[in-house]
């Protein structure tokens, strides 16, 4: 009887510790897919305000951009950074600011090393080079058109 007992105390035991490895590996994951969740969230508001008229849309923006650093200053997984890192370069990109998104897409793309998601990030920096030119371009044409729109070569810089 005296036996019975140790086993099923040990039995019990086991079975607590193996309740509670259950618990804390159960929480661990709950607290991953939480930050899976809020990275899909921000895109999702990344989506949305990408629709919002411009007055509007710098704001959300702003406001995306707090979200996802609050996000990045927690722990992110080594697999969730490139990731983050992406989305900040698409945020960065919406809000017309080039350089940072090109920056964050190059770091996506050093965080991804061979993860499909590193060629679509070394892309997205080329584009965001070239949309941060074509921005400075149409500026200064549209300049150059307030300044000499009525020259006789404006007929010839239309084209």
């Known amino acids: 009887m005296l036996y019975t007992s140790h086993s099923t105390g040990a039995v019990s035991r086991r079975a607590f510790a193996v309740a509670a490895l259950a618990v804390a590996i159960t929480t661990t994951a709950l607290a991953e897919t939480s930050r899976q969740e809020s990275m899909a969230e921000i895109g999702m508001s990344l989506e949305d305000a990408r629709r919002l008229p411009a007055v509007e849309r710098d704001a959300a ?7 996802l650093d609050a996000l990045l200053d927690g722990k992110v997984g080594a697999g969730r950074k490139a ?3 992406f989305l900040a370069g698409e945020i960065y990109f919406a809000s017309g600011r080039y350089n940072e998104a090109a920056k964050a897409f190059r770091a996506a793309e050093k965080e991804a090393k061979n993860d499909p998601l590193a060629d679509d990030a070394a892309l997205a920096a080329i584009q965001a080079l070239e949309a941060g030119r074509s921005a400075e371009t149409e500026k200064e044409w549209a300049k150059w058109l307030r300044a000499y729109g009525r020259a006789s070569s404006a007929s010839d810089a239309m084209l």
């Open 61 to 67: 923006l702003a406001s995306i951009e707090e979200r």
């Open 83 to 85: 990731a983050a890192m």
